[in-house]
C-alpha cells in the first residue's frame, strides 16, 4: 500500500506564506517507478479540487486559480512532495490533502480526485484577512 501523511498546514493573514508537506511511504511505494502525487483542497461544503500534481520526473501542472501562486516540488529521495503556498487569500482556506494515483504509472491526461486512489488525512489552512 500507500501511506501519505500531510503537515504544515496552520493559521495566517491574507499575503501571507505557507508550505505544506506530504510524506509518502508504503510497501508499494517504489521511488525508482513511476508515479503522480497530487495536492487538493476542500472548502466546507464543497467538492474536493485538484490543485496541483507532480511526476516523478518532476513534471508538473497546476490549475489555473494557483498558477503563479502555488508551486509543487519534491525531495532527491522522493518521499516527499511539498506544496509551496504564496500571495495567500481568504479563498484559499480549506482543508488541503496529498494522494497518489497508483504505484507504476505516470499522471493521466486528466486531473481529477477520482484517478487518485490513495489520500492522506489532509491539514487545515485557513487564511483571514
Known amino acids: 500500500q500507500v501511506q501519505l501523511a500531510e503537515s504544515g498546514g496552520g493559521s495566517v493573514q491574507s499575503g501571507g506564506s505557507l508550505r505544506l508537506s506530504c510524506a509518502v511511504s508504503?510497501?508499494?511505494?517504489?521511488?525508482?517507478?513511476?508515479?503522480?502525487v497530487g495536492w487538493f483542497r476542500q472548502r466546507a461544503g464543497e467538492e474536493r479540487v485538484a490543485l496541483a500534481r507532480?511526476?516523478?520526473?518532476?513534471?508538473?501542472d497546476y490549475i489555473d486559480s494557483v498558477k503563479g501562486r502555488f508551486t509543487i516540488s519534491q525531495d532527491a529521495a522522493k518521499t516527499s512532495i511539498y506544496l509551496q503556498m504564496n500571495d495567500l487569500k481568504d479563498d484559499d482556506t480549506a482543508m488541503y490533502f496529498c494522494?497518489?494515483?497508483?504505484?507504476?504509472?505516470?499522471?493521466?491526461?486528466?486531473?481529477?480526485?477520482?484517478?487518485?486512489?490513495?489520500w492522506g488525512q489532509g491539514t487545515q489552512v485557513t487564511v483571514s484577512s
Open positions: 508504503g510497501s508499494r511505494w517504489k521511488a525508482y517507478e513511476p508515479y503522480c
Open positions: 494522494a497518489s494515483g497508483q504505484p507504476g504509472l505516470w499522471c493521466h491526461d486528466r486531473f481529477s480526485p477520482r484517478d487518485f486512489g490513495y
Open positions: 507532480i511526476d516523478r520526473n518532476g513534471y508538473t
